[in-house]
């Protein structure tokens, strides 16, 4: 079985910095991209920021320059840390990896989710 389990949510007041990591544990031969979504209440989850195995970073736009992704393979985690925080930054924060794994006999990339964290900017 694979997790992943999510760490570093909570609360702070707008402008604070708040560090989130993520880590995959079980069965694991491979993981290529690590990522964070977040789903606000009453909207759909959203891509935050995605690193690839080979390190390649996507972000969306309305968290660029503020937030930063990272990973450390050797752990198999993958950290974001979240700087200058709006108050339309609270949501849920959900992990995310493409882990190559078995289910059922076949061994494959399969997307995991984490259990999700909630993140509150507010004054």
């Known amino acids: 079985q694979v997790q992943l389990v999510e760490f570093g949510g909570g609360s702070v007041q707008p402008g604070g910095s708040l560090r989130l990591s993520c880590q995959a544990s079980?069965?694991?031969?491979?993981?290529?991209?690590m990522g964070w979504y977040r789903q606000a209440p009453g909207k759909q989850r959203e891509l935050v920021a995605t690193?690839?195995?080979?390190?390649?970073?996507n972000y969306a736009d309305s968290v660029k320059g503020r937030f930063t992704v990272s990973r450390d393979t050797a752990k198999n985690t993958v950290y974001l840390q979240m700087n200058s925080l709006k108050p339309e930054d609270t949501a849920v924060y959900y992990c995310?990896?493409?882990?190559?794994?078995?289910?059922?006999?076949?061994?494959?990339?399969?997307?995991?989710w984490g259990q999700g964290t909630q993140v509150t900017v507010s004054s």
């Open positions: 690193i690839t195995s080979g390190g390649s970073k």
């Open positions: 995310n990896a493409d882990i190559l794994s078995q289910r059922n006999g076949v061994t494959a990339y399969y997307t995991y």
């Open positions: 079980g069965s694991i031969f491979d993981i290529h991209a």
